[in-house]
């Protein structure tokens, strides 16, 4: 992961798997009760936003729990009311959504990068708790989670993406930019606070130096912030399977079955194909070189002031 963590990766991994537990039984309790829950994640490149919704969603059922990661407005978006693109992706009842940042964009980059007008984010400023209030009159259950990382951290993980080919695309021309900008980013998430932090719609401050603490921590506080009940069913007995009587599978050699490359060339493996063999053109080819990278190291240093 590239950062070290107070917890060891096995310990986190089961508590995880607790947690999910849970978090399958939340899902169920929202649909039953035909529920609308809402939480956005916000804070500097590289907090750990994307790994935190990835670690929440990763055991739910995706027909009801959804991503709203939006990209850049499209000409015909920012003629719009500033808020419309964003409540396309409110939830139904029954759903979760999850913002990977949201309209909070015009309060930080929009105003740091100067994407919007001096108007513009001063409408922002005196409509966004009243349409943060709408939702929560709706019905919608409401989160907020600015994801606080210390200078020194954020570097460290940039120069992670930088060395992993698997990661590099995280990195934009946008975020190399706001390297040199970093207290006016502090400043705009001073204001940001001031003006959005209300007791209705309060901000939930995450510590996210260690991805692997912030990861359970935001659980933990979300599964605690939305009452549920264990609704889980009762085990069910599996039916027999039907016999095949005078049914003949058709011949498997006449499949187009994929290069078994993994684990490799087994003499007599039947794993694939339900209990057939395995066409001897389906087995195993020679392993694609690997690709760049390796074992990274851990950077260690004083931490400084976190935003």
Same mark, same amino acid.
């Given at each position: 992961?590239?950062?070290?963590?107070?917890?060891?990766?096995?310990?986190?991994?089961?508590?995880?798997?607790?947690?999910?537990?849970?978090?399958?039984?939340?899902?169920?309790?929202?649909?039953?009760?035909?529920?609308?829950?809402?939480?956005?994640?916000?804070?500097?490149?590289?907090?750990?936003?994307?790994?935190?919704?990835?670690?929440?969603?990763?055991?739910?059922?995706?027909?009801?729990?959804?991503?709203?990661?939006?990209?850049?407005?499209?000409?015909?978006?920012?003629?719009?009311?500033?808020?419309?693109?964003?409540?396309?992706?409110?939830?139904?009842?029954?759903?979760?959504?999850?913002?990977?940042?949201?309209?909070?964009?015009?309060? *930080?980059?929009?105003?740091?990068?100067?994407?919007?007008?001096?108007?513009?984010?001063?409408?922002?400023?005196?409509?966004?708790?009243?349409?943060?209030?709408?939702?929560?009159?709706?019905?919608?259950?409401?989160?907020?989670?600015?994801?606080?990382?210390?200078?020194?951290?954020?570097?460290?993980?940039?120069?992670?993406?930088?060395?992993?080919? /698997?990661?590099?695309?995280?990195?934009?021309?946008?975020?190399?930019? /706001?390297?040199?900008?970093?207290?006016?980013?502090?400043?705009?998430?001073?204001?940001?606070?001031?003006?959005?932090?209300?007791?209705?719609?309060?901000?939930?401050?995450?510590?996210?130096?260690?991805?692997?603490?912030?990861?359970?921590?935001?659980?933990?506080?979300?599964?605690?912030?939305?009452?549920?009940?264990?609704?889980?069913?009762?085990?069910?007995?599996?039916?027999?399977?039907?016999?095949?009587?005078?049914?003949?599978?058709?011949?498997?050699?006449?499949?187009?079955?994929?290069?078994?490359?993994?684990?490799?060339?087994?003499? *007599?493996?039947?794993?694939?194909?339900?209990?057939?063999?395995?066409?001897?053109?389906?087995?195993?080819?020679?392993?694609?070189?690997? *690709?760049? *990278?390796?074992?990274?190291?851990?950077?260690?240093?004083?931490?400084?002031?976190?935003?």
């Amino acid at each position: 992961m590239g950062d070290s963590s107070a917890i060891r990766k096995k310990e986190y991994l089961e508590e995880l798997d607790r947690l999910t537990v849970e978090l399958v039984k939340l899902q169920e309790w929202v649909k039953a009760k035909s529920l609308k829950v809402v939480a956005l994640f916000e804070g500097r490149d590289a907090a750990g936003k994307g790994g935190v919704i990835k670690a929440i969603t990763a055991g739910l059922n995706p027909r009801s729990a959804r991503i709203a990661a939006l990209p850049a407005p499209t000409e015909k978006e920012r003629t719009q009311w500033y808020f419309q693109r964003y409540v396309a992706q409110l939830p139904s009842g029954g759903e979760l959504v999850f913002f990977d940042r949201s309209w909070y964009n015009r309060a *930080g980059v929009e105003k740091v990068m100067g994407f919007c007008t001096e108007a513009e984010y001063a409408e922002f400023a005196r409509s966004v708790p009243e349409f943060e209030r709408m939702l929560l009159r709706s019905g919608i259950i409401f989160l907020k989670y600015w994801f606080s990382v210390s200078d020194d951290v954020q570097e460290s993980r940039f120069k992670d993406r930088l060395s992993d080919p /698997a990661k590099r695309w995280k990195l934009s021309p946008m975020d190399m930019t /706001a390297r040199s900008k970093w207290v006016d980013y502090s400043r705009a998430k001073d204001a940001m606070l001031e003006f959005s932090d209300t007791p209705d719609s309060p901000w939930h401050v995450v510590d996210a130096d260690d991805k692997y603490c912030a990861r359970l921590n935001v659980i933990t506080h979300m599964l605690k912030s939305v009452p549920y009940e264990d609704l889980t069913p009762e085990p069910i007995e599996l039916p027999p399977r039907q016999k095949a009587g005078k049914y003949a599978r058709p011949p498997i050699d006449s499949q187009k079955w994929i290069p078994r490359i993994y684990p490799g060339a087994l003499a *007599g493996d039947a794993s694939a194909g339900g209990g057939e063999s395995v066409p001897e053109s389906a087995r195993a080819v020679s392993a694609p070189p690997r *690709g760049e *990278g390796g074992k990274k190291g851990k950077k260690k240093g004083k931490k400084k002031s976190k935003n």
